[in-house]
């Protein structure tokens, strides 16, 4: 098949990975993809040099294959009308120029004019006989509690309008399904659950350069952490929801106390000056260490210092670091926002709590800091349920039977 990817960005994040595991996957496989992007810019990094330099042998000849790359200007974050306009005739004559067999989009961006373009194109193909298949995945909703009723209404009705213009809609986790079909977008038969795919056996069996295995105690000096020291990690980007606030309100007195814990922030971000001003403020420049932005490739390094990896968010699709985190031996503590729920199973593998319980936090903290076999017996338990659920084979093989879908 040929396939097009659409996303709005491809930044370092959650989906974006999604996309490019995707894209690679199914390009090994023999399928002819494509990937169309908005510009890259910020702090938060991006996949682009991932994508494309990526090359596998092709099964049906002796040349290589490799994704198409489409940069679309006009397609940008922000609410833009004008943008909006330019970006959805863009992606038509795109579509138009490609003849894809399936227009895939990611975001909600991208979902909206992606799908939008993608249907308008597929009723002009379908009557020279070409079949075109329109699939949304949802990484996470556009709505929630943290915005103005009138921005929900917008973002609820413009995913009302967007589920009309396609076949099949893939859901990274169950809660997804539930949230949409409680607002009414879309119908119970056009969702599929197809859980979020990562490289499994990096996160498992993580190694240097020079195919070592990374050991806690060789990643903890080169972050300047002792082997006694007990690390709290979070990996996201310093951003609005992400809960760094959270950990520094519930775990300020705390970390003073205890000169061993140190927070470990893995990521980048638009706040990172603000959130490093406070943690000067409080006196904890020495508990809190930072990395800034680290390629993907070396998340499971980073993982590989922590003791238990806390994700504060308030808002998620299904976050990827905490399979990541369990992967990796890491037992975690989070949020129940979301699809959270579906990985961290609370005393199973890890604390689930309520958003910004911070007494609750606490006390898990403590609770993981003192019983060091339960974080054993976690992590384990974590590590077994993560193994074949999130694989990226998994993922892209699931994803053919929901285009066999569109399809028919």
């Given at each position: 098949m040929r396939i097009l990817h659409i996303s709005t960005r491809l930044i370092l994040g959650g989906s974006q990975e999604n996309t490019v595991l995707s894209c690679e996957g199914q390009t090994r496989l023999g399928h002819d993809v494509h990937l169309a992007f908005g510009p890259i810019f910020g702090p938060e990094g991006s996949l682009f040099e991932r994508a494309d330099s990526f090359r596998c042998p092709d099964p049906h000849t002796p040349e290589e294959r490799r994704i198409g790359m489409h940069e679309v200007k006009s397609m940008v974050r922000e609410i833009n009308p004008l943008k909006d306009l330019r970006c959805y005739f863009a992606l038509r004559s795109l579509i138009r120029d490609l003849k894809p067999d399936i227009v895939h989009t990611h975001s909600s961006k991208a979902g909206v004019l992606g799908r939008a373009a993608a249907w308008t194109e597929a009723a002009r193909m379908k009557k020279?006989?070409?079949?075109?298949?329109?699939?949304?995945?949802i990484h996470g909703p556009p709505f929630h509690k943290f915005l103005k009723p009138r921005t929900n209404a917008i973002y609820i009705a413009s995913e009302k309008f967007a589920a009309r213009r396609c076949h099949t809609i893939v859901s990274v986790a169950n809660a997804m399904t539930e949230q949409f079909l409680a607002e009414k977008i879309g119908t119970?038969?056009?969702?599929?659950?197809v859980y979020s795919g990562m490289e499994v056996e990096r996160y498992i069996d993580a190694r240097d350069a020079r195919g070592q295995p990374f050991t806690s105690v060789g990643v903890r000096d080169s972050l300047g952490l002792s082997p006694m020291d007990f690390v709290i990690g979070t990996v996201a980007r310093l951003a609005e929801l992400k809960g760094h606030d959270d950990l520094l309100d519930a775990l300020g007195t705390d970390l003073k106390a205890n000169p061993n814990w140190k927070l470990l922030w893995v990521g980048d971000g638009w706040w990172r000056d603000r959130l490093l001003k406070r943690v000067a403020e409080m006196g904890l420049a020495d508990r809190v260490v930072t990395t800034g932005l680290v390629p993907s490739e070396r998340v499971p390094e980073m993982m590989r210092a922590m003791d238990v990896l806390a994700h504060p968010s308030y808002r998620e699709g299904l976050p990827r670091t905490v399979p990541q985190a369990l992967l990796c031996g890491v037992p975690v503590i989070a949020y129940d926002v979301d699809g959270t729920r579906e990985i961290c199973l609370d005393g199973q593998t890890g604390y689930?709590?309520?958003?910004?319980?911070?007494?609750?936090?606490?006390?898990?903290?403590?609770?993981?800091?003192?019983?060091?076999?339960?974080?054993?017996?976690?992590?384990?338990?974590?590590?077994?349920?993560?193994?074949?659920?999130?694989?990226?084979?998994?993922?892209?093989?699931?994803?053919?039977?929901?285009?066999?879908r569109a399809l028919a």
């Open positions: 020279t006989g070409h079949k075109l298949g329109v699939v949304h995945t119970p038969d056009q969702y599929s659950t689930l709590l309520q958003p910004r319980d911070l007494e609750g936090l606490r006390n898990a903290v403590k609770r993981m800091y003192d019983a060091p076999d339960d974080r054993t017996r976690m992590a384990n338990t974590g590590r077994e349920l993560c193994r074949v659920r999130f694989s990226a084979e998994t993922m892209v093989a699931e994803l053919e039977k929901v285009y066999a």
